[in-house]
């Protein structure tokens, strides 16, 4: 158990629905990112934030955006979905702003199926 | 930019065989490289890193080093078992201010037979 937790687990929705999906980081860890996972791409970064803050910005689409709360858990907006949108999205956490010298934790994913 | 590239699988290897996964980088400074792995059903977990030329990292069985020359960094393990079925992602990420971003190759399914 890496201690990042992610909900929902699964999430099928329609397309140009909207969806957020949730990530709880770590105890103590202040950087939390997310990647997308699918068949053809591979990992792709999306976005990064450091203790409410956004630090990077990867692939991400306009029509998805996040945010860091003050309790550090993090949301992933995406809305007006397209099928091109399933995957598996993934939340990280770490201690420090950069993967270089603090490794991140992985939680178990989020399904999502757009129909 | 940076980038990462693993060898195609599936890899499909009997129990005890020897395991090579190639990693080789592209990288503008001196990054840091990971191998991750991912089992059935769950998130990444680290496996082992190395941070400078010539470092060996090590975990479960499994090396790799990190050798700035070839810019490579091939994952080994002398014996595999059934539970090292999984697919294992080799990344890196630079060093400096702004570095924020974790490459990952796009991951190399191995299965373990007995």
């Known amino acids: 158990d890496s201690g990042v937790t992610q909900t929902p687990k699964h999430l099928i929705t329609a397309t140009g629905q909207r969806v957020t999906l949730r990530c709880s980081p770590r105890?103590?860890?202040?950087?939390v990112y997310w990647y997308q996972q699918s068949l053809d791409q591979g990992l792709q970064f999306l976005i990064q934030?450091?203790?409410?803050?956004?630090?990077a910005k990867g692939n991400i689409l306009e029509r998805f955006s996040a945010q860091q709360f003050p309790d550090l858990h993090s949301e992933l907006n995406l809305s007006s979905l397209e099928l091109g949108d399933s995957a598996l999205y993934f939340c990280?956490?770490?201690?420090?702003?950069?993967?270089?010298?603090?490794?991140?934790?992985f939680g178990n994913g989020t399904r999502l199926t757009v129909t | 930019g940076d980038s990462v590239t693993q060898m195609e699988g599936p890899v499909t290897l009997s129990e005890e065989a020897f395991l090579t996964i190639n990693c080789t980088y592209t990288?503008?400074?001196?990054?840091?490289l990971f191998w991750y792995v991912q089992y059935p059903g769950e998130g990444l977990q680290l496996l082992l890193k190395?941070?400078?030329?010539?470092d060996k990292g090590s975990n479960k069985g499994f090396e790799a080093t990190y050798r700035k020359e070839t810019t490579s960094f091939h994952l080994e393990k002398g014996s595999v078992q059934v539970s090292d079925s999984a697919v294992y992602f080799c990344?890196?990420?630079?060093?400096?201010?702004?570095?924020?971003?974790?490459?990952f190759g796009k991951g190399t399914k191995l299965s373990v037979i007995p």
């Open positions: 990280a956490s770490s201690v420090g702003q950069t993967p270089y010298n603090s490794p991140l934790h």
């Open positions: 190395a941070t400078k030329a010539d």
């Open positions: 990288a503008t400074g001196y990054p840091s």
């Open positions: 990344a890196l990420s630079e060093s400096g201010a702004g570095s924020y971003q974790l490459t």
């Open positions: 934030y450091y203790n409410g803050e956004e630090r």
């Open positions: 105890s103590g860890d202040l950087s």
